[in-house]
T-cell receptor
Framework: EDQVTQSPEALRLQEGESSSLNCSYTVSGLRGLFWYRQDPGKGPEFLFT???AGEEKEKERLKATLTKKESFLHITAPKPEDSATYLCAVRGGDYKLSFGAGTTVTVRA | DVKVTQSSRYLVKRTGEKVFLECVQDMDHENMFWYRQDPGLGLRLIYFSYDVKMKEKGDIPEGYSVSREKKERFSLILESASTNQTSMYLCASSSRTSTDTQYFGPGTRLTVL
């Protein structure tokens, strides 16, 4: 069974204070690792897909990296508008995604 | 842009009622999914469909059924709502391509009294 563990559960940052979120996974035959952002009361918004170890993707202040066992989401010089819950998910051999419980990031001005 | 819409943002029902949640996507995606999201548990897959009239059980299908009569529409049915089905329900869709990214709707917050 595919498993995804995200840490920490919550992260409080000062504006401009860079940090990283971790997503550890076990999956038989990784077909993709996905990062989503979710604002309170809304559906998840797609950010990145990573397919192979060593791959990196960037979007504004966010950068996602992938190894064979984990992925990191780096937030560089965050702003209050980066406050959200960040979800990690993996896809194995079928169409299903397995999600982690998420990391809630709060950025204070 | 992909657009996934859900019929209601908020819904309040009574125990024992039959509940229909509707999801529509406008990108001609083959795959559609229903999840529920609860605090501390993350998103859990209820049912998914990879084609019209096809359905597959997810991880927590008990107490739910689905219907997919048209490619763009996927319905989740609670045959007899119970209080433990109070949750946020999220619909998603994806195409059967190598990118396989799932796009989510805004969610329906269902409360069963």
């Amino acid at each position: 069974e595919d498993q995804v563990t995200q840490s920490p559960e919550a992260l409080r940052l000062q504006e401009g204070e860079s940090s990283s979120l971790n997503c550890s996974y076990t999956v038989s035959g990784l077909r993709g690792l996905f990062w989503y952002r979710q604002d309170p009361g809304k559906g998840p918004e797609f950010l990145f897909t990573l397919y192979s170890a060593g791959e990196e993707k960037e979007k504004e202040r966010l950068k996602a990296t992938l190894t064979k066992k984990e992925s990191f989401l780096h937030i560089t010089a965050p702003k209050p508008e980066d406050s959200a819950t960040y979800l990690c998910a993996v896809r194995g051999g079928d169409y299903k995604l397995s999600f982690g419980a998420g990391t809630t990031v709060t950025v204070r001005a | 842009d992909v657009k996934v819409t859900q019929s209601s943002r908020y819904l309040v029902k009574r125990t024992g009622e039959k509940v229909f949640l509707e999801c529509v996507q406008d990108m001609d995606h083959e795959n559609m999914f229903w999840y529920r999201q609860d605090p501390g548990l993350g998103l859990r897959l209820i049912y998914f469909s990879y084609d019209v009239k096809m359905k597959e059980k997810g991880d927590i299908p008990e107490g739910y059924s689905v219907s997919r009569e048209k490619k763009e529409r996927f319905s989740l049915i609670l045959e007899s709502a119970s209080t433990n089905q109070t949750s946020m329900y999220l619909c998603a869709s994806s195409s059967r391509t190598s990118t396989d990214t799932q796009y989510f709707g805004p969610g329906t917050r269902l409360t069963v009294l």
